[in-house]
C-alpha cells in the first residue's frame, strides 16, 4: 500500500498523466475536424461519387485496422517503407495514427448526427433562398450538434484510454512511465494501482462535463407549436 | 408464464464453472510414471521444463524466419541440454522480457533462462543459477560519429534499449554523471528497440555482446553497423532464475550444469551459436 501512495504522485508518471490528456484533446481535436469534413463528403449530392467515394473509402480502412496497427504503421512501417527518409517521433506519431482512427469514427458520428436534423429545416432554408452552404452552416450544423455531443463525449473518454497503445512506440505517457517505475521495482499491483486511478480520474472529469456540455444545448421543454420553431437563428416573433 | 429462476439454480452455474476451473489449477508434482525419481521438483507440467524466455535476442533467444512456431539459440539448447540430464522436455515459452520475472512467479512456467543478469534487485524476487559471462555493447551506425567505451561517450545522443534490462539501468546511472542527458528510449520487445534505432529513431542501440555481434555481422546490415567502442564486462553473469520456493529444482539444475560443461555440452553448444568466449570459466 505504501508503494501505492510513493508513487501516486510521483513526478514522472504526472508529467505522463498529463501528456496523456493533450494528446487526447489534440487528437481528438484534429478527429473532429477530420470527420466534419469526411461526413460532408460524404453527404454531397455532386453528379460525380467522387467525394463520397473517397470518404467511404477513409471510413472504411481506419475503422477496419486495429489502433495499435496503425500506430505501429506509423513509427515503425513508414520508416521502412521509405528507407528511414520519413521517420517521425514517438509523440507526432501517437498525434498522428490517434487523429486518423478518431476521424474515421467521428466522420460517422457527425454523418448520423447531420442526418437526424429534420429536413424540413433544409427545405425551409431552401425556401428561403439560403445556399447549401450557409444552409450547411447556419442552420443543419447548429442543430447537429445536439445529436453529437453525447458520442463524441464517449469518443472522448475512449481516447483517454486509447492513448495508452501509445506506449508501446515509446510515447512517454502514463502508461509508459508506470511501466519503467514497475519495470525496475517489481511492484507491479500498486503502480498499475497508480495508473488505473489516474485514468479513471480523467475519465470521470471528462464524464463529469460532457454532461455539463449536454445540458447547455438541451431542447427545452416547449409546447408542439413552438417547439418547430425553436431553433438557433430563428426569431420567435416573426411567427 | 416461465417460472421464476430459483437463486440456487443461478448460482449452480457459475459454481459449476469455477469447480472446472479449480480442479485445473492444482499444483503439479512431477509424477513421472517411468519409474526414475524426480524429487518432487514442483514442477508446473509433469515431465516438462517449462522456460520462460523472451525470443528476441539472437542469438541468445529468438524465433527464426524459417520457422516462426520454434524458438532457437543458445540459451534454448542449453535449456534442452539441462532438461535432458534430469530426465525432462524443455519448453520454450516466449515472455515479455519485462514481465518474465511475474510470469516465473505465477507458475507460468519452471525457470527463466533469457539472457538475465544476477543483479541485487532480482536477486530479491528469484534464486539464480549462473550460467554464462555478460558484456554489454552500443551499436551505432558505420558513418555515426559516436565513439564510446561503455556508455561514457554516449551523453547528449539518442539510445534505443530494452525495458527491464541492466543496459537501461547502465543507462540511467550514466545519465546521472551526463551534462547533456541521454534520451534513454525503452521498448517492450529487443528487436523493436534495434528496429528503432536502425529506423533513425535513435542514434544508439545497446544490447547483450552476444547480440550486438550478431546483428553487426548480420549480412542484412553488412557495412552499416559497427560497435561504438569496446564493451562493459558485467559483475552480475547471466543466471536462470528460479522460484524462491523451487529449492529441488535449483540443486538438480545445479548439478546438470556442473555435468554439461564438464562433458563438453556446455562448450560445443556455446561455440555453435558464435558465444564462445562468454562461458563461465
Redesign the interface.
Request: hydrophobic letters at 35%; zero cysteines.
Given at each position: 500500500m505504501s508503494t501505492f501512495w510513493q508513487y501516486l504522485f510521483y513526478q514522472p508518471i504526472l508529467v505522463g498523466a498529463w501528456l496523456t490528456l493533450v494528446l487526447s484533446v489534440i487528437a481528438q481535436g484534429l478527429g473532429i475536424i477530420i470527420g466534419l469534413f469526411l461526413a460532408l463528403m460524404r453527404l454531397s449530392r455532386t453528379p460525380f461519387p467522387a467525394l463520397r467515394w473517397l470518404s467511404g473509402l477513409y471510413v472504411w480502412f481506419f475503422r477496419g485496422i486495429p489502433l495499435l496497427v496503425t500506430l505501429l504503421f506509423v513509427?515503425?512501417g513508414i520508416?521502412?517503407a521509405t528507407n528511414?527518409a520519413i521517420?517521425l517521433?514517438?509523440v507526432t506519431s501517437a498525434i498522428i495514427a490517434l487523429s486518423l482512427n478518431e476521424g474515421a469514427y467521428m466522420a460517422e458520428i457527425i454523418r448520423a448526427g447531420i442526418m437526424s436534423v429534420n429536413p424540413g429545416q433544409v427545405d425551409a432554408a431552401k425556401a428561403l433562398g439560403m445556399t447549401y452552404a450557409l444552409t450547411t452552416r447556419r442552420v443543419v450544423i447548429p442543430q447537429a450538434i445536439r445529436f453529437i455531443i453525447p458520442p463524441t463525449g464517449n469518443e472522448f473518454i475512449s481516447m483517454l484510454k486509447n492513448t495508452s497503445l501509445a506506449a508501446?512506440i515509446?510515447t512517454p505517457e502514463l502508461l509508459y512511465h508506470t511501466?519503467?517505475v514497475y519495470?525496475?521495482?517489481?511492484e507491479?499491483f500498486p503502480l498499475l494501482t497508480v495508473a488505473a486511478v489516474w485514468y479513471l480520474l480523467m475519465t470521470t472529469i471528462a464524464t463529469y462535463f460532457q454532461g455539463k456540455l449536454e445540458q447547455r444545448t438541451e431542447y427545452r421543454q416547449l409546447t408542439a407549436r413552438r417547439r418547430r420553431f425553436n431553433v438557433p437563428g430563428f426569431r420567435a416573433t416573426h411567427v | 408464464m416461465r417460472a421464476n429462476l430459483s437463486p440456487f439454480t443461478l448460482l449452480s452455474v457459475p459454481a459449476l464453472i469455477l469447480a472446472v476451473a479449480l480442479a485445473g489449477c492444482g499444483s503439479n508434482n512431477s509424477s513421472n510414471k517411468s519409474g526414475t525419481s524426480t524429487k518432487n521438483l514442483g514442477l508446473k507440467s509433469a515431465g516438462v521444463l517449462s522456460v520462460c524466455t523472451d525470443a528476441t535476442y539472437p542469438p541468445m533467444e529468438y524465433v527464426p524466419p524459417s520457422n516462426p512456431n520454434t524458438i532457437v539459440g543458445a540459451d534454448a539448447d542449453l535449456a534442452k541440454a539441462l532438461a535432458k540430464q534430469i530426465h525432462l522436455r524443455a519448453n520454450m515459452i516466449n515472455t515479455s522480457f519485462d514481465s518474465i520475472i511475474p510470469a516465473l512467479q505465477a507458475k507460468r512456467c519452471d525457470i527463466i533462462m533469457s539472457s538475465m543478469s544476477n543483479t541485487p534487485a532480482r536477486e530479491k524476487q528469484v534464486n539464480f543459477i549462473n550460467y554464462m559471462v555478460a558484456e554489454e555493447a552500443v551499436i551505432v551506425k558505420t558513418r555515426s560519429s559516436i565513439h564510446s567505451n561503455g556508455y561514457a561517450g554516449l551523453c547528449g545522443t539518442t539510445v534505443a534499449v530494452e525495458k527491464a534490462t541492466t543496459e537501461l539501468d547502465g543507462l540511467n546511472q550514466q545519465n546521472k554523471s551526463c551534462s547533456k542527458k541521454i534520451n534513454i528510449l525503452p521498448y517492450t520487445a529487443d528487436t523493436d528497440a534495434f528496429q528503432a534505432f536502425y529506423n533513425g529513431h535513435a542514434d544508439a542501440y545497446t544490447g547483450d555482446l552476444p547480440v550486438v555481434l550478431h546483428y553487426i555481422s548480420d549480412p542484412q546490415y553488412k557495412g552499416k553497423l559497427r560497435k561504438a567502442g569496446n564493451p562493459v564486462k558485467l559483475n552480475e553473469p547471466y543466471a536462470i532464475a528460479l522460484r524462491k520456493s523451487s529449492g529441488n529444482l535449483k540443486s538438480a539444475l545445479t548439478t546438470a550444469l556442473k555435468t554439461i560443461e564438464n562433458n563438453g555440452t556446455y562448450k560445443k553448444i556455446l561455440n555453435k551459436w558464435g558465444v564462445g568466449t562468454a562461458s563461465l570459466k
Open positions: 513509427y515503425d520508416p521502412q528511414q521517420v517521433g514517438s508501446v515509446a511501466q519503467l519495470d525496475a521495482n517489481f507491479y | -
